[in-house]
């Protein structure tokens, strides 16, 4: 996937306002609308304007863009960074009417990859309006150690806005927020209330934090499962051994069986984060070698080779 320059798009500048990105979206759009326009490619053309207005004009996806489209280049390789957006609070305002692509608009996979689940869940807002403040998202990080046990958190979020210039701008709020033992990432939070004003008398909207991992040095998460790799020497494996082990919630002694292979899990049943049903704590062995940075390790090794008839190719053979 290449990562997408909106701002080549429409050849202006990151530090264009508001309005000058909607006066040039209009101005191009008229250019290249498939109904009028003679140019050869204005349908595509059309479709990348309308995806790119789509995130310049709103500050809230504009400010997150801004945020991460600066470590990139218009053509370049491009993945997501994982949690790229965290600590920005969106609020799935509606699309200003005129030369959108609408709803049911066909996005690029780079649109979707960083939008399409903000975009999809602002439509359906907008499909029930009512008096109650819209709501508001947003995905913050927390540490894996927090979902082990629960703990109390001060987080910023911060809220894009415009300044008198019609620059984006952004806002920042703290809150405290309490992190319940057993969540996952995926699972929100709601703070009720903490969303956008009602319309007259009507209640706030509230605000919904979607719960992500940070990474971690040594655990890595799939669901509430936790998978630690575990760095053997070949004669603990060879021979096995009982190992004091580190999980979130402390460490533990485990068993390795001898003969254990590199990439063999070892289950430690319930250790996952303590959801309910609790996850497990998955161990893989990594077989590591000492080095023969001596004369003496040198011979170790060639002692242990003459000791064993062992050959690891075997099975290519033939």
Do not use: C
Not at 86 to 93: I, M, P, Q, V
Not at 172 to 195: C, F, N
């Amino acid at each position: 996937m290449q990562f997408k320059d909106y701002y080549q798009i429409f050849a202006l500048p990151r530090s264009a306002t508001q309005d000058e990105i909607k006066r040039t979206y209009r101005k191009l759009a008229r250019k290249y609308h498939p109904d009028v326009s003679k140019e050869p490619d204005a349908e595509a053309r059309f479709k990348e304007l309308g995806e790119a207005y789509e995130v310049l004009k709103d500050p809230e996806k504009r400010a997150a863009y801004d945020q991460m489209g600066s470590q990139w280049k218009a053509g370049q390789d491009f993945k997501s960074p994982p949690g790229w957006d965290a600590g920005f609070e969106f609020s799935g305002r509606g699309r200003e009417p005129g030369f959108g692509t609408g709803d049911g608009a066909d996005y690029s996979d780079f649109f979707e990859a960083l939008f399409g689940q903000q975009t999809r869940r602002a439509h359906a807002q907008r499909a029930a309006m009512h008096a109650k403040g819209q709501d508001h998202h947003a995905k913050i990080l927390i540490d894996l150690e927090d979902a082990y046990h629960g703990a109390q958190r001060s987080i910023a979020l911060r809220i894009p806005g415009l300044d008198t210039q019609g620059h984006v701008v952004t806002a920042e709020r703290q809150l405290d927020v309490s992190i319940p033992k057993g969540i996952r990432a995926g699972q929100h939070l709601r703070l009720t209330g903490q969303g956008e004003p009602g319309l007259g008398n009507g209640p706030a909207g509230d605000l919904y934090l979607e719960i992500a991992f940070k990474p971690h040095a040594h655990f890595r998460v799939d669901a509430q499962d936790v998978y630690l790799d575990l760095p053997l020497a070949p004669w603990e494996a060879a021979l096995g051994a009982t190992l004091a082990v580190p999980t979130p919630a402390g460490s533990v002694q485990l068993t390795i069986p001898p003969g254990t292979a590199a990439g063999r899990k070892l289950r430690l049943k319930g250790k996952g984060i303590p959801a309910k049903p609790p996850g497990d704590l998955y161990v893989v062995p990594l077989i590591v070698l000492p080095p023969a940075d001596s004369v003496a390790a040198q011979d170790a090794w060639r002692t242990l080779a003459k000791a064993f008839t062992f050959n690891p190719r075997a099975h290519l053979k033939g």
